[in-house]
């Protein structure tokens, strides 16, 4: 089983909507990220979480929300879509005391 | 503010042909250097760390350096199935947050 899993991995949707992403880790880990990833920008920080009752903005957050539901748990909502929040998401763990992040294999999101 | 520069952005070689990848930075104290691979449609998976100038990690065909202003991702022999994109990361005193590249997209022909 994966470490960090997101769901779902695909998603398609309109203009509007409201969509949550989900995050779980099974290795114990404090802190939390969510990151996006467009063509030539590389990966770019949304949101992180260093414990449960901790939440931080990153150099992206306009237009997404987060929610710690748990230690293993880490959602990232769009409240209302737009087509410019297409992209690739990932979901990381780890980061503590220098060590490595260790990431989902993304959710691939179209906002038509 | 942390920054990394990655060079090339692209590189082509052919199988068995030896190159390098650069990961250029500026960083107040830092604390790690990451080195990551991601494939088509997954998530990037972790490589090496390296914390101080003049260290070196080596996995098969990939060895990592580090100097005080950048470090390369060396490439010996290369096979078709080192193709994906590599990630540099670093992560400085000032923040508790890595500051990533946009990466290097290595393609290698058989």
């Known amino acids: 089983d994966a470490d960090v899993t997101q769901t779902p991995r695909n998603r398609i949707t309109k203009t509007g909507k409201r969509i949550m992403l989900e995050c779980s880790q099974t290795?114990?880990?404090?802190?939390m990220y969510w990151y996006r990833q467009d063509p030539g920008l590389g990966l770019r920080l949304i949101y992180y979480s260093f414990d449960v009752k901790d939440i931080n903005k990153g150099e992206i957050s306009d237009g997404y929300s987060v929610s710690r539901q748990a230690q293993a748990k880490f959602s990232l909502s769009l409240e209302s879509a737009i087509p410019n929040q297409t992209a690739l998401y990932f979901c990381?763990?780890?980061?503590?005391?220098?060590?490595?992040?260790?990431f989902g294999d993304g959710t691939r999101l179209s906002i038509l | 503010e942390d920054q990394v520069t990655q060079s090339p952005e692209a590189l082509r070689l052919q199988e068995g042909e030896s190159s390098s990848l650069n990961c250029s930075y500026t960083?107040?104290?830092?604390?790690?250097l990451f080195w990551y691979r991601q494939d088509p449609g997954k998530g990037p998976e972790f490589l090496f760390t390296?914390?101080?100038a003049g260290e070196e990690k080596e996995k098969e065909r990939l060895k990592a350096t580090l100097t005080k202003k950048e470090s390369f991702l060396h490439i010996t022999a290369p096979k078709p199935e080192d193709s994906a994109t590599y990630l540099c990361a670093v992560q400085g005193g000032g923040s508790y947050i890595p500051t990533f590249g946009r990466g290097t997209s290595l393609i290698v022909h058989p």
């Open positions: 960083v107040s104290g830092l604390r790690g």
């Open positions: 990381a763990t780890g980061g503590q005391q220098n060590q490595p992040q260790h």
């Open positions: 390296l914390y101080s």
């Open positions: 290795k114990g880990h404090d802190r």
